[in-house]
């Protein structure tokens, strides 16, 4: 059987990357209607072992899983050219929207607007609460991990990446030994050890020539993006408040309302929600020094948060088989992903107090935050209210909710 050609793969992943809307969910049905049904360049058997494997790995899965079909398809090229084609769209808009906004955005009908739209932000995470927690919750353990999760961030603020880690090492032990061998002795440990150095030196390469320049800020925010990448299991909504956590409170590059901003307007681009680090990186290197700070910032953190996921993806390809069998693995993926719907409920709640609350602080010695009643904002719980029924109740899209409201929000402020 001939090799796909170039052109079709840069015709049909072009496509997957325009249209790869709404989250996870839409992007891997888009891909399974593209690759499996249409074009049959994989079968259901494999696309599904694909995606379990990218489940396991950190990074957006949606993006990793294109990649994986690519490099299915035509290799280490084939892999670059698709992931880049889910990618590139959506970080360009993303740029764009960016750029405007920190130029822009602090003008007072512009924040008029962005009420509606942090009001639908609230609503669009508590829908990736819902759909996360059907799957994840199946049994009491999982509901204690999530439970534990919540109460560990939103009482505690204990850091994220410790609380992925105690659930992975909790799942992985608690599963019973496996012996099926995780690497292929045809293959031996050459190729990955290659691959490792030279994807792993690509992605270290702008860190090591802005430590060169003694560019401080860029260093400091590349090697945060970089601890991200490897951090990211469960998708972007349960980084969110590990990375708003950081770049409000411990590094002051952005405020708590610019990041929900961001995602806000990350939310209505194609391509993988984790872009939402580009948006970070341009409004705090506009702060910093400008539009060139901008788009060094930009296209640095682009390039950490999104070159691992090749090198996951080419490292891990050719085990798929082996690792795909490995019950402790799976096990550990499992307690993983219950303790993120703590994390994503400990988002839905950090956001929505943020909204509704003009002043929020921290609880005495705890992290948790508490609203100042008097700060509290009637207009934003109209505009959350009015969201929940049009995503809820009547099923529409966010990006049609994201305009009601912002109209609906601009209304008040005319007035006044």
């Known amino acids: 059987m001939s090799p796909t050609s170039w052109s079709d793969m840069m015709r049909v992943f072009g496509r997957i990357g325009v249209l790869s809307f709404g989250g996870p969910a839409a992007q891997i049905a888009l891909m399974h209607r593209e690759l499996v ?16 494997l990218c489940m396991l790995l950190p990074g957006p899965e949606a993006m990793q899983l294109a990649t994986y079909a690519g490099w299915r398809m035509r290799g280490t090229l084939g892999g670059l050219l698709a992931g880049l084609l889910f990618v590139v769209p959506g970080a360009v808009v993303i740029g764009v929207l960016a750029v405007g906004y920190a130029y822009y955005g602090q003008l007072p009908l512009v924040q008029a607007a962005f009420l509606g739209i942090k009001a639908a932000v609230i609503i669009v995470v ?8 059907a799957k994840a919750l ?3 353990e999982g509901v204690a991990l999530a439970a534990l999760s919540f109460v560990a961030l939103f009482v505690f603020g204990l850091p994220f990446p410790l609380i992925i880690l105690a659930a992975g090492i909790w799942g992985f032990f608690h599963q019973s030994a496996s012996h099926v061998p995780l690497v292929s002795d045809s293959m031996g440990l050459a190729y990955p050890i290659r691959t490792s150095v030279i994807w792993g030196g690509l992605w270290a390469a702008p860190l090591v020539l802005v430590w060169a320049l003694d560019q401080q800020f860029l260093l400091q925010l590349g090697l945060f993006f970089s601890k991200l ?3 990211t299991f469960g998708g972007a909504y349960a980084v969110l408040a590990y ?17 929900i901003d961001a995602l806000g307007l990350a939310e209505t681009t194609p391509g993988p929600l984790i872009l939402v680090t580009e948006f970070v990186a341009l409004l705090a290197g506009f702060a910093q020094s400008g539009i060139s700070g901008a788009i060094a910032a930009g296209v640095l953190a682009l390039w950490v948060t999104f070159t691992p996921c090749f090198l996951w993806i080419f490292v891990a390809g050719p085990y798929l088989e082996a690792i795909s069998a490995q019950p402790r693995l799976s096990a550990a993926l499992q307690a993983i992903t219950a303790a993120i719907v703590g994390v994503i409920a400990n988002l839905s709640v950090w956001f929505a107090l943020h909204v509704l609350f003009k002043q929020v602080h921290p609880a005495g010695v705890f992290a948790m935050p508490l609203p100042e009643w008097s700060s509290f904002n009637f207009n934003a719980l109209v505009l959350t209210f009015l969201a929940a029924i049009l995503m809820l109740a009547l099923n529409k899209g966010f990006v049609f909710t994201m305009g009601v409201l912002a109209l609906a929000a601009l209304v008040p402020a005319v007035i006044g």
């Open 243 to 259: 990375m708003t956590q950081s770049v409000v409170q411990d590094h002051g590059w952005i405020t708590t309302q610019q990041m």
């Open 126 to 133: 508590f829908q990736a609460l819902r759909k996360v927690a």
């Open 138 to 140: 199946t049994g009491p």
């Open 37 to 52: 049904e249409r074009h049959a360049w994989l079968t259901e058997a494999a696309y599904l072992r694909a995606l379990s």
């Open 229 to 231: 990448a490897v951090v």
